[in-house]
């Protein structure tokens, strides 16, 4: 049996690329804890409001707050199911957001919303255009008009 021996040449490039490895996983970890932090920040802020926020693109719902989901009485996977629109807005005001949406109308607008247990409320809804990851979506924010009298 013949013995192979590591020159000095191989055994300092070993330990270089051992120590290259050694500190691209300290970055790594380093870019993943401050990417959970963001992600906490966010899911704070987003879900320590009284307004409710929903995120659609052409008219189909792709992410909603806490604040929503309660407001409505759905989990965020029931309301990402089917349209929206159908389950949630009462009917004399389907045509109307429907219209919306279609010509992109952003201006604020009240209408009545349908909880899962079968009551109606009133609500203020204050669409905004943002960009995503490259294309315009609309992030609406929502408030319920409960404590407002003839809100409609």
């Known amino acids: 049996m013949t013995e192979t021996y590591i020159t000095d040449e191989i055994f300092k490039k070993m330990t270089d690329l051992d120590t290259e490895f050694s500190q691209l996983i300290t970055e790594r970890d ?18 320590s409001g009284n307004e409710g926020i929903a995120v659609c693109r052409d008219g189909v719902l792709i992410a909603t707050n806490k604040c929503f989901q309660d407001m409505l009485g759905y989990t965020e996977e029931e309301l990402a199911r089917d349209n929206l629109m159908y389950r949630v807005l009462h009917p004399d005001y389907r045509e109307e957001v429907v219209r919306r949406i ?8 009240k209408c ?10 009133p609500v203020h809804v204050k669409p905004k255009e943002v960009e995503f990851n490259g294309k315009g979506i609309c992030r609406a924010a929502i408030v319920t008009l409960w404590k407002e009298q003839g809100s409609l």
């Open 30 to 47: 380093t870019l993943l804890s401050k990417l959970k932090q963001s992600e906490y920040k966010f899911k704070v802020l987003s879900n």
């Open 102 to 109: 279609e010509t992109g109308d952003l201006s604020s607008y």
């Open 112 to 121: 009545i919303y349908k909880h899962k247990m079968g009551y109606y409320f």
